[in-house]
């Protein structure tokens, strides 16, 4: 069974930054993607970045500029670096893992139970 663990949430004041860490766990050859979506109050669920095994990304355009997502592919851990944070980013952020191929050879798609992050004024 594979599980994804969130971690580093939490209150932060607005132009302030927190880091976001991903940890997957379980039978796992490879993971082809991993990322962040994030879902505010209201909203829908939006992607916010993510990143390949080859390490190509790709960002929302609300946070081009102030987020870096990177991975460590032996720990199958991704990280989300939040600067410059916003009100707007409130929202509890998801991390996701998809193409999750197993010694079963089964291929998935897998999400974490969320972590909240609240900026506030």
């Known amino acids: 069974q594979v599980q994804l663990v969130e971690s580093g949430g939490g209150l932060v004041q607005a132009g302030g930054s927190l880091r976001l860490s991903c940890a997957a766990s379980g039978s796992i050859v490879s993971i082809r993607a991993m990322g962040w979506f994030r879902q505010a109050p209201g909203k829908q669920r939006e992607l916010v970045a993510t990143?390949?095994?080859?390490?190509?990304?790709n960002y929302a355009d609300s946070v081009k500029g102030r987020f870096t997502i990177s991975r460590d592919n032996a720990k199958n851990t991704v990280y989300l670096q939040m600067n410059s944070l916003k009100l707007e980013d409130t929202a509890v952020y998801y991390c996701n893992a998809e193409g999750v191929i197993t010694p079963m050879l089964s291929v998935g798609n897998y999400w974490g139970k969320g972590t909240l992050v609240t900026v506030v004024s």
């Open positions: 990143i390949t095994s080859g390490g190509i990304t």
